[in-house]
């Protein structure tokens, strides 16, 4: 995981759901994460896609990604550039598969009131840092489990690495 | 300082005493999947081990495409047959069977004192039977077939108490849509909750199951009800093993307790887009309707049925009525009942057990501009289909008794 990074930022309201990240008409076709990626945000901002770039961060209100466990609503979001997805609060699940997918989800409900759409925010993974234009803001550093998962780019190389 | 149920589960599966916050790894009694088994095999391919580590603690029930409406469902289905044969899994569950969170616990899977995970987010349901469960992601699953094991954090408990008696227009799924527009979708967040007091011990087994598979649209980790007779009755030759019951400490901490009396509730209607946009149904009655779903694993069971069945008896839908009943064990029993007769007699279709169009993927998708009132669980955009579209969330009575003038009206009228 790269430690430290600068993005710009798509900022969102509260409880995005799973529904509007990745419409549940697709979660039973097959598709590889790069096809998972055009369907990112598709019922929230339909032109998301087009407009994103790589190592764009997401920053919501509270509860995002609740509903359904959908893995591909994390899996879409990173591989449609999000290099990391801060907010207010996650719903479990997805807070889940966001670290399983190898994409760190970081609470912050004052950084996400300090950050405005659009803005390019830094990130610093191992001072537990976000700087934005209106301050800085620290988080606490993630327990051991999901530092080592995050480490491996996922929770399925993090599995590998342990067999 | 006394421990809460998960607090318990948790520790026994861990081995030693463990606090909420804590993160474990433990070993699940029971991973579900579904459809979504065709996509874990394949991740599960890519960890590199040849074999499920503990075939027997696997359950697939197909459930979510059934059957398959298009080439891609087809292919996916055999995919899954392949895998459970080449893994030799015994618990495989196929299209003939019906919405996994019903036919895993009409199996005997779900039991008290049981740790149960799946990839589908309303696993939380089989905590009406006294056991923790709780959704995960695909490749959350692929790993516990690979290793038996994954990481949790012990949740935080709150406690719900559910005291007063239920009018007759009021069912579990007015109750507890009313908590959840109270507390909110996040004001479970992370949090196992435990639902008691006087309503909730009067419930049967599948009326509890509504409260906790509700327990997912408040973000809760898992839902509870503490075990007593009913749950053992239910039980009595359907265990499919050896169980304890656990239960809270009396002096155990919860976050937070709260208590709710539900005598004089209205019924409940959740509106478009989220599930704690609540109403009681006085507040949109006259919407007009063009879909009625009764169905889902929220509010597809037996009590559900015999509730619609009641107020359809000898009346005519205007509204395109679906029914759905949730196992082909219900529908069978619905059958010996003669609710299935009030339905076709009534203008209703009903259709094979399985999710149906509650995710928007056959049997009963939306146009732009319409609308549904639904006894699922979810009203999110989208979410049956169409983003122009509109999904109104109720209670079985309530959406029988729309269904028969085309427009959102009080059941009271029917009973």
């Known amino acids: ?163 | 300082m006394g421990k809460t149920f998960v607090e318990k589960l948790m520790g026994i599966k861990a081995g030693k005493e463990v606090c909420a916050s804590e993160i474990v790894s433990i070993q699940p009694d029971y991973v579900l999947s579904h459809d979504n088994a065709a996509a874990i095999s394949n991740t599960f391919k890519k960890i590199g081990v040849d074999k499920v580590k503990f075939p027997d603690r696997v359950v697939i029930i197909l459930d979510h495409e059934i059957p398959a409406p298009k080439e891609s469902s087809a292919t996916n289905h055999k995919e899954i047959r392949n895998f459970v044969k080449e893994q030799g899994i015994k618990n495989f569950y196929d299209i003939n069977n019906g919405i996994c969170h019903q036919v895993l616990v009409e199996q005997g899977f779900a039991m008290p004192g049981k740790l149960i995970v799946g990839s589908d987010s309303h696993t939380t349901t089989y905590g009406a039977l006294g056991a923790m469960s709780a959704g995960i992601g695909r490749s959350e699953v692929a790993a516990i077939w690979a290793t038996g094991e994954l990481w949790f954090q012990v949740p935080e408990t709150l406690k719900i108490v559910i005291n007063g008696k239920m009018p007759n227009y009021i069912t579990p799924k007015d109750i507890v849509l009313y908590v959840i527009g109270q507390i909110k979708a996040d004001g479970a967040d992370y949090q196992a909750v435990e639902f008691t007091g006087e309503a909730v011990k009067a419930m049967d087994i599948g009326e509890r199951m509504v409260l906790t598979n509700m327990a997912a649209e408040m973000g809760a980790k898992n839902g509870y009800v503490p075990p007593d007779q009913v749950t053992l009755d239910y039980l009595e030759g359907r265990a499919k093993g050896e169980f304890e019951a656990l239960y809270s400490d009396e002096d155990a901490v919860f976050s937070r307790v709260l208590e709710f009396d539900i005598s004089e509730i209205p019924p409940s209607v959740a509106k478009p887009h989220t599930v704690d946009n609540y109403c009681g149904i006085e507040e949109v009655a006259g919407t007009k309707i063009d879909q009625a779903l009764i169905g889902t694993c929220t509010n597809g069971r037996l009590s559900d049925l015999e509730a619609a069945a009641r107020i359809l008896k000898g009346q005519k839908v205007k509204a395109r009525t679906l029914v759905i009943p949730a196992s082909w064990a219900v529908y069978k029993e619905a059958m010996k009942q003669g609710y299935l007769e009030t339905f076709i007699d009534a203008g209703a279709m009903v259709l094979n057990p399985g999710c149906g169009p509650c995710l928007g993927a056959h049997q009963g998708v939306m146009a732009p501009g319409e609308v549904t009132f639904s006894t699922a669980n979810r009203n999110f955009k989208g979410r049956m289909g169409c983003r122009e579209a509109d999904i109104y969330l109720g209670s079985p009575l309530a959406v029988a008794a729309s269904a028969i003038t085309g427009e959102i009206t009080h059941p009271g009228r029917f009973l």
């Open chain 1, 1 to 163: 995981m790269i430690a430290k990074f600068t993005g710009k930022v798509w900022k969102y309201g509260d409880n995005i759901n799973t529904d509007v990240i990745f419409p549940g008409k697709y979660t039973y076709q097959k598709m590889e994460p790069e096809e998972m990626a055009k369907h990112a945000l598709e019922d929230l901002d339909p032109g998301f896609t087009s407009k994103v770039q790589e190592g764009d961060i997401l920053v919501a209100g509270k509860n995002f990604g609740m509903g359904s466990s959908r893995e591909q609503a994390a899996v879409a979001v990173k591989y449609a550039g999000i290099k990391v997805i801060i907010a207010k609060s996650f719903a479990r699940i997805y807070f889940r598969n966001a670290i399983n997918a190898g994409m760190p989800a970081i609470k912050s409900p004052e950084a996400v009131e300090a950050i405005e759409n659009g803005e390019e925010v830094t990130i610093d993974m191992a001072k537990g840092e976000i700087i934005t234009a209106n301050g800085t803001f620290t988080f606490p550093p993630y327990p051991e489990t999901v530092m080592e998962i995050l480490d491996n780019n996922g929770l399925i190389n993090f599995i590998k690495s342990k067999i």
